[in-house]
C-alpha cells in the first residue's frame, strides 16, 4: 500500500509540474520558435501556401485556426512582396483559401491549386509539377510550428525553398487558456516528425 502511494504521489506531483511549466512558462512559444527554422520575410517568385485545417460546416469546407493565419499571412505577403503566382496546396484549398485572397486583392489569374493533398508528403510531391514549370525563388509559407517538417519534406525531394513561417503557435500561445492547446499541437507535429524521418521523408 505504502509503494502504491508513493508511486500515486509521484504521478501527482509530476503532473502538476507540468501544469505550472506549460501554463505559466514560455515552454509552448520557445518550442514552437525552435521549429520555425530560419525566419524570413524575403521575397521571391512563387509564393507556396500550404492549407492546414478545415472545418466542415453542412458539408461545406470552410477555413479552420492554422489555415485562417496562413490565408491572412499569404495577403499580408503578396501586398508587401513582389510575388508573381502563388501556389496554394491542399485539398480544399480551392473552397477556402483562393476565395479570401481574391476578396483581399490577389487576382485570380496569379493563384495555382494543388487542390488533392491531404498531407505534407502530397503536398511536396503534388506541388512538384507545378513548380516544375516555374521560376524560382520558391518561398514557402506556413506555420510556424509545421515549417521544420515541411521544409525539410520539400529539401528531400530536391525542391529548394526559402522559410517563410507564419507567427501562427507564436501568437495563440500568447493567452494563457490557448497553452494547452498550443501544447497539443507541438505533441501532434513532433510525433509526425518522427514519422517523416522514420519513413524517410525528411
Known sequence: MGRFYSIFRTALMSVGLLLLLITFTPLVPWAAAQLCVDWS??????????????????GKAFIGANSYWRTAYAVRSWHHGRFRKILLCG??????????????GVPSDAILVENRSTS?????????????GLHGPFVLLTSDYHMLRASRSFARENVP??????????????????????????????????YYKVRGWI
Do not use: H, M
Open 41 to 58: 520575410d524575403r521575397d521571391g517568385e512563387v509564393l507556396i501556401v500550404l492549407l492546414g485545417t478545415t472545418v466542415d460546416v453542412d
Open 91 to 104: 485539398k480544399g484549398s480551392a473552397e477556402t483559401i483562393k476565395p479570401v485572397l481574391i476578396a483581399y
Open 120 to 132: 505534407t508528403r502530397e503536398n511536396v510531391l503534388n506541388a512538384k509539377p507545378f513548380l516544375a
Open 161 to 194: 525553398v526559402i522559410t517563410r513561417p507564419v507567427p501562427d503557435l507564436l501568437k495563440r500561445s500568447r493567452t494563457l487558456q490557448l497553452r494547452w492547446e498550443g501544447f497539443w499541437t507541438l505533441g501532434r507535429e513532433l510525433c509526425a516528425l518522427a
